[in-house]
């Protein structure tokens, strides 16, 4: 029993939950006090074009869902709209960096940076589709520059994070 239960704890789901737990602890504290040109870092969403970035296309996706479900949990929005964007922007991520067999880190960054900034233009788009009125507006363009420009500074620490996050462990054979 206590083998399975440290088992569990040494996932890298398990380790996914907590990072993304510190991840939106940051983004509902700090990064809501911190607001360039009045607009807020999506410090979730870059997150998750890394995991995108470093990996494939479902882990991408899968990652983006559970994230989106986490942010959900503490928005007043309805509960599955940032899943569904961010689980897009993981999956994005994925496919732009696809073609490239060893992409540098720079090549890496800029397209973390496009997608999550392309995720702040998803995500009243999503929202309109449920009826959620006055979201599509010219300052969505703002908000998906300050996330940009977030992300160029910010995603070269999120790379070795989610590769880290969800390495998998091998076992020892005891």
């Given at each position: 029993m206590l083998e399975r239960l440290l088992r569990a704890v040494a996932?890298?789901?398990?380790?996914l939950v907590l990072v993304v737990l510190i991840a939106l602890s940051v983004q509902t504290t700090l990064f809501s006090e911190i607001r360039p040109f009045g607009f807020a870092i999506q410090l979730m969403a870059i997150f998750v074009a890394a995991v995108g970035s470093t990996h494939d296309v479902q882990t991408g996706a899968l990652v983006g869902l559970i994230s989106g479900f986490m942010y959900d949990a503490v928005l007043a929005t309805?509960?599955?709209?940032?899943?569904?964007?961010f689980g897009?922007?993981?999956?994005?991520a994925a496919l732009v960096m696809q073609p490239f067999r060893d992409?540098?880190?720079?090549?890496?960054?800029?397209?973390?940076?496009?997608?999550?900034g392309f995720g702040e233009l998803l995500m009243p788009i999503a929202k309109s589709v449920v009826g959620l009125s006055g979201w599509l507006d010219v300052r969505i363009l703002g908000?998906?520059?300050?996330?940009?420009?977030?992300?160029?500074?910010?995603?070269?620490?999120?790379?070795p994070v989610s590769r880290w996050t969800l390495q998998?462990?091998?076992g020892r054979g005891d």
């Amino acid at each position: 029993m206590l083998e399975r239960l440290l088992r569990a704890v040494a996932s890298r789901w398990f380790r996914l939950v907590l990072v993304v737990l510190i991840a939106l602890s940051v983004q509902t504290t700090l990064f809501s006090e911190i607001r360039p040109f009045g607009f807020a870092i999506q410090l979730m969403a870059i997150f998750v074009a890394a995991v995108g970035s470093t990996h494939d296309v479902q882990t991408g996706a899968l990652v983006g869902l559970i994230s989106g479900f986490m942010y959900d949990a503490v928005l007043a929005t309805p509960l599955g709209i940032s899943a569904l964007v961010f689980g897009a922007i993981g999956a994005i991520a994925a496919l732009v960096m696809q073609p490239f067999r060893d992409p540098t880190w720079w090549l890496r960054v800029l397209a973390i940076s496009v997608v999550a900034g392309f995720g702040e233009l998803l995500m009243p788009i999503a929202k309109s589709v449920v009826g959620l009125s006055g979201w599509l507006d010219v300052r969505i363009l703002g908000a998906a520059a300050v996330t940009f420009a977030g992300a160029l500074v910010v995603s070269s620490a999120l790379i070795p994070v989610s590769r880290w996050t969800l390495q998998e462990r091998v076992g020892r054979g005891d």
